[in-house]
């Protein structure tokens, strides 16, 4: 996986949630937008509370205290090539990313497991604006029998390739 750089802002925020404390998610949007932060948030009904709050309380017009964004997922701008991996909400990160990769006018492929449509975000949006060429989507549900052969993938990466991954343990593991 790539080092650290300026190029991209792979951002984090913590959100300041009354009754649910402080948690951190990844901002999703342009970098270049700056009067807004975008996050997307799954709701985990077992989880610790945070994203039930915002699922159950939080409302248009709301106001919810956060942090400055902090870089924890950077863009290695010294790559001839990007290959995007992303897994359910792992999206987030990685969706950032490919508004800068377009800019800067890098080769870059994104590529999105999710179970199903209906649990992927940004789907249309993302079919809208990446070039057909740089996306595959995979839906790996109980209907689906799809499943992403990362070895093949990155066997036909160059040396001079930057593999970003963000998503599920289990898909984590796969790529590494």
Known sequence: MAGASA???GRASRLHLPEAG???YS???DPAVRNRYEIAVRRIGD????SRWIHDRLSVG????SSLPRNHFSLGPAYAEYILIAGGI???PLRSMTFELGR???PYSLW???RDEAHAAYVDELRARVPRERLSLTFTGPEQSARLDFGALLREARADTAVYCCGPSTLMNSVR
């Open 22 to 24: 402080v948690r951190q």
């Open 90 to 92: 792992g999206i987030t």
């Open 27 to 29: 901002l999703s949007g």
């Open 112 to 114: 999105y497991c999710a």
């Open 104 to 106: 800067a006018g890098k």
């Open 7 to 9: 190029i991209h802002r």
């Open 62 to 65: 709301d106001v919810v205290y």
């Open 47 to 50: 989880g610790r509370g945070g």
